[in-house]
Nanobody, 121 residues
């Protein structure tokens, strides 16, 4: 069973940057397409970015394009999300998950604890 552990969140001022990490255990990471999701207070969880198992294709939701970069290190079994030019609207709990690249990158696995990102103006 795949287990996910997110880290790297924190509190930053608008315009700042953070790098989130997601360590995966219990699965063959190099064969898994992965994604980042976030959930802001009183809002539905939304998909932020996704990356194919081999890294050759990525997806970004419109609101983060140009500010966010998803990447992966298959040797370290770790997924990353670089967040730049952060705004208060990026405040949320961020989660990683396996995704179905054939069906709009919908999440497939169980959710981890997530990591909190708070951006102040």
């Amino acid at each position: 069973q795949v287990q996910l552990r997110e880290s790297g969140g924190g509190s930053v001022q608008a315009g700042g940057s953070l790098r989130l990490s997601c360590a995966i255990s219990g699965g063959t990471f190099s064969t898994l397409s992965m994604g980042w999701f976030r959930q802001a207070p009183d809002k539905e969880r939304e998909r932020v970015a996704a990356i194919m198992w081999n890294g050759d294709r990525t997806y970004y939701t419109d609101s983060v394009k140009g500010r966010v970069t998803i990447s992966r290190d298959n040797a370290k079994k770790t997924l990353y999300l670089q967040l730049d030019s952060l705004t208060p609207e990026d405040t949320a709990v961020y989660y990683c998950n396996l995704v179905d690249s054939s069906h709009a990158y919908r999440p497939l696995g169980s959710w981890g604890q997530g990591t909190q990102v708070t951006v102040s103006s």
